[in-house]
């Protein structure tokens, strides 16, 4: 079955090239663009976050202490980054992160700390846009270091979504997918856009295949035992298109401007490694734009099998959302727009599944957050001020109190903690 899927991404890669070197006339593929230049840009969320009612584990005592309450004024996220197109056809973005600047640990919020004297600052994104065909929209190939096309909310932008914080639908899937929590990997992926006449029809399809990026004892691997990860996604718009140009990240909000529906339906698939026999995803999502209604739902099942000694195990989890708001357009000064988000996971609840998830890597216990707020848009896509409170709950099932089994009850660089509910004051700016 391995060896099948491999073979099949193989097989389109193969009819991506057999169409690119059918045409007679391959210049813009090698010939520079006229006055082309590096387009720089930056982006950034500053936030403050007052938290409340967090707690952490005492390992001494056995049980969860309450923390103060406080204000945290942290850069939730922030990018530097670089566009070029020096080929007609070949497009290049290149991004850098110090997210999580002046975060504290012990902030009820996502996301990890970045807080030292000297904030670390890395590569986020990295990669080519290849366009197949010439002056069509039907064939790209993309290859670099991004997200795999799996799942709305992870392949959208936190500056583009509704609530103050992105669901931890994202979170969970990539995780789960790929092992580390921005979902970056290297990969390659073929993708498109295919119309009908009137445009009132536009399928958008990918399929990718990546380097995982688990850890393990000698790093970021998969072990001894090797399996890529293939993803697909397929998305049909019905009435307005959701897009008229590929790429490989979207929008939420239209301004009115949109009245149509996109549904899509996606998974990955990867074989053996050191950690599991298969890792599957399975999943869809939702996106209605109408008129001043903007809403989105996503769902994924997420499943392992594996071995524990001779017997064979396998769990399945579950996580999604529900997300809407109304953008008003003011008189003066950009759009206002109410909103609300409901986030839920849940993995293995007894003690028989938590042990087998627990051998198996995966999220175990339930994990709930509700988000309401209300936001400014001041420029669109590009300014806007926030005021949200979001609401936490989670379930440890049959684990031991101490448990860090999922991110309701783990903090990245403090370990064991329950979450607790946060409000915040934001901004979000692109330039």
Same mark, same amino acid.
């Given at each position: 079955?391995?060896?099948f899927?491999?073979?099949? $991404?193989?097989?389109?890669?193969?009819?991506?090239?057999?169409?690119?070197f059918?045409?007679?006339?391959?210049?813009?593929?090698?010939?520079?663009?006229?006055?082309?230049?590096?387009?720089? $840009?930056?982006?950034?969320?500053?936030?403050?976050?007052?938290?409340?009612?967090?707690?952490?584990?005492?390992?001494?005592?056995?049980?969860?202490?309450?923390?103060?309450?406080?204000?945290?004024?942290?850069?939730?996220?922030?990018r530097?980054?670089?566009? !070029?197109?020096?080929?007609?056809?070949?497009?290049?973005? *290149?991004?850098?992160?110090?997210?999580?600047a002046?975060?504290?640990?012990?902030?009820?919020?996502?996301?990890?700390?970045?807080?030292?004297?000297?904030?670390?600052?890395?590569?986020?994104?990295?990669?080519?846009?290849?366009?197949?065909?010439?002056q069509?929209?039907?064939?790209?190939?993309?290859?670099?270091? $991004?997200?795999?096309?799996?799942?709305?909310?992870?392949?959208?932008?936190?500056?583009?979504?509704?609530?103050?914080?992105?669901?931890?639908?994202?979170?969970?899937?990539?995780?789960?997918?790929?092992g580390?929590?921005?979902?970056?990997?290297?990969?390659?992926?073929?993708?498109?856009?295919?119309?009908?006449?009137?445009?009132?029809?536009?399928?958008?399809?990918?399929?990718?295949?990546?380097?995982?990026?688990?850890?393990?004892?000698?790093?970021?691997?998969?072990?001894?035992?090797?399996?890529? !990860?293939? %993803?697909?996604?397929?998305?049909?718009?019905?009435?307005?298109?959701?897009m008229?140009?590929?790429?490989?990240?979207?929008? !939420?909000?239209?301004?009115?401007?949109?009245?149509?529906?996109?549904?899509?339906?996606?998974?990955?698939?990867?074989?053996?490694?050191?950690? $599991?026999?298969?890792?599957?995803?399975?999943?869809g999502?939702?996106?209605?734009?109408?008129?001043?209604?903007?809403?989105?739902?996503?769902?994924?099942?997420?499943?392992?099998?594996?071995?524990?000694?001779?017997?064979?195990?396998?769990?399945?989890?579950?996580?999604?959302?529900l997300?809407?708001?109304?953008?008003?357009?003011?008189?003066?000064?950009?759009?206002?727009?109410?909103?609300?988000?409901?986030?839920?996971?849940?993995?293995?609840?007894?003690?028989?599944?938590?042990?087998?998830?627990?051998?198996?890597?995966?999220?175990?216990?339930?994990?709930?957050s509700?988000?309401?707020? *209300?936001?400014?848009?001041?420029?669109?896509?590009?300014?806007k001020?926030?005021?949200?409170?979001?609401?936490?709950?989670?379930?440890?099932?049959? %684990?031991?109190?101490?448990?860090?089994?999922?991110?309701?009850?783990?903090?990245?660089?403090?370990?064991?903690?329950?979450?607790?509910?946060?409000?915040?004051?934001?901004l979000?700016?692109?330039?």
């Open positions: 079955m391995k060896t899927r491999i073979a099949l $991404f193989i097989a389109a890669c193969f009819l991506a090239f057999s169409t690119l059918a045409q007679r006339d391959t210049n813009g593929i090698v010939q520079n663009r006229p006055n082309w230049r590096i387009e720089p $840009f930056a982006s950034f969320q500053l936030w403050s976050v007052y938290s409340m009612n967090h707690q952490v584990y005492n390992s001494q005592t056995k049980l969860y202490e309450k923390v103060d309450d406080r204000l945290n004024f942290i850069f939730r996220r922030a530097l980054g670089f566009r !070029m197109q020096p080929y007609d056809r070949l497009r290049f973005n *290149l991004i850098f992160a110090y997210d999580g002046g975060k504290d640990v012990l902030n009820s919020s996502l996301g990890v700390a970045n807080n030292g004297a000297n904030p670390s600052f890395g590569l986020f994104d990295g990669f080519m846009d290849w366009r197949i065909k010439p069509k929209e039907s064939m790209f190939l993309t290859a670099g270091f $991004f997200r795999p096309q799996v799942g709305r909310e992870s392949i959208t932008a936190a500056w583009t979504v509704a609530s103050m914080e992105k669901s931890q639908t994202q979170n969970y899937l990539r995780q789960h997918i790929v580390v929590g921005p979902g970056r990997v290297v990969g390659a992926n073929l993708g498109g856009l295919l119309f009908n006449q009137s445009k009132k029809l536009v399928l958008n399809y990918n399929l990718g295949i990546f380097n995982p990026a688990y850890l393990s004892n000698n790093g970021q691997s998969t072990g001894q035992q090797y399996s890529p !990860m293939l %993803a697909y996604r397929a998305a049909l718009s019905i009435g307005d298109p959701e008229s140009q590929y790429a490989i990240n979207y929008l !939420m909000n239209f301004y009115g401007r949109r009245k149509g529906i996109s549904l899509a339906l996606d998974g990955t698939w990867q074989g053996r490694t050191d950690f $599991f026999k298969t890792n599957t995803s399975l999943g999502d939702v996106l209605l734009n109408y008129g001043v209604l903007n809403f989105d739902a996503e769902y994924h099942q997420l499943a392992r099998t594996g071995q524990n000694g001779t017997q064979d195990i396998s769990q399945k989890s579950w996580v999604g959302h997300r809407g708001g109304l953008t008003f357009k003011l008189k003066k000064n950009g759009y206002l727009e109410p909103a609300f988000m409901l986030m839920r996971f849940r993995g293995a609840m007894s003690a028989f599944d938590q042990a087998q998830a627990t051998k198996l890597r995966m999220f175990e216990g339930e994990d709930t509700y988000d309401l707020g *209300l936001n400014w848009h001041l420029q669109e896509r590009r300014l001020l926030l005021l949200h409170y979001t609401w936490r709950q989670g379930d440890l099932g049959a %684990a031991a109190p101490g448990s860090t089994i999922n991110e309701f009850f783990n903090q990245p660089g403090f370990g064991a903690i329950r979450r607790g509910d946060w409000l915040g004051l934001g979000n700016a692109i330039f």
